[in-house]
T-cell receptor, first 115, second 115 residues
Framework: QKEVEQDPGPLSVPEGAIVSLNCTYSNSAFQYFMWYRQYSRKGPELLMYTYSSGNKEDGRFTAQVDKSSKYISLFIRDSQPSDSATYLCAMTPLAGGTSYGKLTFGQGTILTVHP | GAVVSQHPSWVICKSGTSVKIECRSLDFQATTMFWYRQFPKQSLMLMATSNEGSKATYEQGVEKDKFLINHASLTLSTLTVTSAHPEDSSFYIC???????????FGPGTRLLVL
């Protein structure tokens, strides 16, 4: 079993739709969570980061963390064709331990928003 | 901001030659830099972690004599692929992290093609 599971999709939605992207994880040491967006042939771009359970909002993006269920989500409101990309969840333990600082990624979800 | 650059963005070389890839943090000091490799339609695979002024720590299965990493300053890390072979062809991405922060900021990536 992988430490982080992410549905690879592909996910196709119409413009304006609300998109929900999800990851589950098994390692309770993970305390810091990030979402990255990666366009084809480009490096990942940081969208959101959080280390608290609950919701964090930034513009059209909301990151949600439920540590009790080991489940994180990214919601995209009013999706646009320019949001078409691969979305990667990533997580890491906080200070201490041999895995400190290393990100564990999900497999990535391919999203297409069509006009 | 947190901008990371990579140079070159793409490189084609003959089998047996060595290739150097630079990773720079442009507007912050990066005490730790990471090097990843990404195959098509796959997530990022961590190759090594480098701390400024220290030897790099390589992940299991990554040959340290083949992938030489130098992190001589707080804004520059280099990855040298020595005696490159076609199987080394891949997308190489670096990331950088500030002291005391967990968030990693990624470069745009370098596409290597070994003929």
């Amino acid at each position: 079993q992988k430490e982080v599971e992410q549905d690879p999709g592909p996910l196709s939605v119409p413009e304006g739709a609300i998109v929900s992207l999800n990851c589950t994880y098994s390692n309770s040491a993970f305390q810091y969570f990030m979402w990255y967006r990666q366009y084809s042939r480009k490096g990942p771009e940081l969208l959101m980061y959080t280390y608290s359970s609950g919701n964090k909002e930034d513009g059209r993006f909301t990151a949600q963390v439920d540590k009790s269920s080991k489940y994180i989500s990214l919601f995209i409101r009013d999706s646009q064709p320019s949001d078409s990309a691969t979305y990667l969840c990533a997580m890491t333990p906080l200070a201490g331990g041999t895995s400190y600082g290393k990100l564990t990624f999900g497999q990535g979800t391919i999203l297409t928003v069509h006009p | 901001g947190a901008v990371v650059s990579q140079h070159p963005s793409w490189v084609i070389c003959k089998s047996g030659t060595s290739v150097k890839i630079e990773c720079r943090s442009l507007d912050f000091q990066a005490t730790t830099m990471f090097w990843y490799r990404q195959f098509p339609k796959q997530s990022l695979m961590l190759m090594a972690t480098s701390n400024e002024g220290s030897k790099a720590t390589y992940e299991q299965g990554v040959e340290k004599d083949k992938f030489l990493i130098n992190h001589a300053s707080l804004t520059l890390s280099t990855l040298t692929v020595t005696s490159a072979h076609p199987e080394d062809s891949s997308f190489y991405i670096c990331s950088a992290r500030r002291l005391g922060q967990e968030t990693q900021y990624f470069g745009p990536g370098t596409r290597l093609l070994v003929l």
